[in-house]
């Protein structure tokens, strides 16, 4: 999963992108309209508590990625994300480098989980997503880490690289609500999921940010380790899509309260397959889609000494990728400035 570091995001300020008519963006929700997050109405008719139940005891055969391990991790065993039964948590804070309406004024309330599913070569947080670096801590401590962010005013709670420990989210899920969280969920994925697992957080996760990686196959597995990634992300955006729609709701200070804004890392010579990702969010799920398209790519880990993966994106590369953003007929998104581009 390409994650968003906090040093390249520092620099790279996020432009709106409405290429094409910025007069269909999101547009706020009125204030005081007594909106509030799904999983409190999942939490008071008890449904939020089966669903941890039944997602935790499925750890026994664990099937929570397209991997599809089966190992019991109840009882010690690992499948391919090296995770057990309980979360792995590598740091949580706030976070003002996401897109504006997730960060906002007060920043989002990231978690950044250990492990990964995926194993991409060039991962900026390796040594949390693939080395493993962070603390093993009990459901009901990831509970209050949230609680705790939503007093330091986050705006909401950010999952990153969540996949592997969607069932343990969904079960602290049921204790923070019960604590008085009221922010909302954001769920930022590598965008390899399954869709029972989307289904099972179906009203849990107010906000969904999946990765667009690639529009090969080929390439998705050769430098992110991802088995049959284009039906699993298509899959997965449709599920996604077919929750929330393409309407990003925002309160009355533009923070975002539900919807999807999908990303797009512009890698070097094409390997992401821009122009290909694109036409299809904007043909098979639709134009207003908010889409993210990032420059911020830099050759960490397993990809510095790589013969295509070893330098940075330049900004004709970047530039290729808006034109392919307007060619597709995208409506709303954001870029990111081309400071952060090689020279
Ligand atoms: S979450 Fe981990 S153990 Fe479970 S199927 Fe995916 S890689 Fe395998």
Redesign the pocket.
């Known amino acids: 999963m390409s994650r968003i570091s906090h040093s390249a995001l520092r620099a790279a300020q996020r432009t709106p992108l409405h290429l094409r008519s910025a007069g269909r963006r999101a547009q706020p929700a009125p204030a005081a309209d007594g909106w509030e997050p799904g999983y409190l109405r999942l939490h008071r008719s008890g449904e939020l508590a089966a669903r941890a139940r039944a997602a935790m005891a499925a750890l026994a055969r664990?099937?929570?990625?397209p991997?599809?391990?089966a190992?019991n991790?109840l009882d010690g065993g690992r499948?391919?994300?090296n995770?057990g039964a309980e979360p792995v948590v590598a740091s949580w804070n706030s976070h003002p480098w996401e897109e504006p309406p997730i960060s906002g004024t007060a920043g989002s309330g990231t978690i950044f989980f250990s492990r990964c599913?995926g194993k991409c070569c060039f991962c900026q947080n390796f040594s949390i997503s693939q080395l493993g670096y962070g603390n093993q801590v009990s459901v009901q401590r990831l509970a209050e880490m949230w609680l705790e962010l939503q007093a330091r005013g986050c705006h909401n709670i950010n999952f990153v690289t969540p996949?592997?420990f969607a069932p343990q989210i969904v079960a602290a899920a049921d204790i923070a609500a019960a604590g008085g969280l009221r922010v909302p969920l954001v769920y930022n994925t590598s965008g390899y999921e399954t869709v029972a697992t989307l289904r099972m957080l179906e009203g849990v996760i107010d906000i969904w940010l999946p990765d667009a990686k690639y529009a090969n196959d080929a390439v998705a597995r050769r430098i992110s380790g991802f088995p049959n990634y284009l039906a699993h992300n298509r899959a997965a955006l449709r599920e996604i899509f077919r929750q929330v729609g393409d309407e990003l709701i925002l309160d009355e200070q533009s923070i975002a309260r539900r919807g999807m804004i999908i990303r797009h890392l512009v890698l070097p010579d094409g390997l992401d397959g821009a122009a290909e990702v694109l036409r299809w969010i904007a043909t098979e799920l639709s134009p207003r889609v908010h889409v993210s398209l990032m420059n911020q790519y830099f050759p960490t880990h397993q990809a510095v000494n790589d013969p295509v993966l070893g330098r940075k994106i330049t900004p004709e590369e970047y530039e290729a990728a808006l034109e392919a953003f307007e060619a597709a007929g995208l409506e709303n998104g954001w870029m990111q400035e081309h400071e952060e581009c090689a020279t």
């Open positions: 664990c099937q929570v990625c991997r599809a391990c190992v991790r499948g391919v994300c995770s599913t996949t592997h």
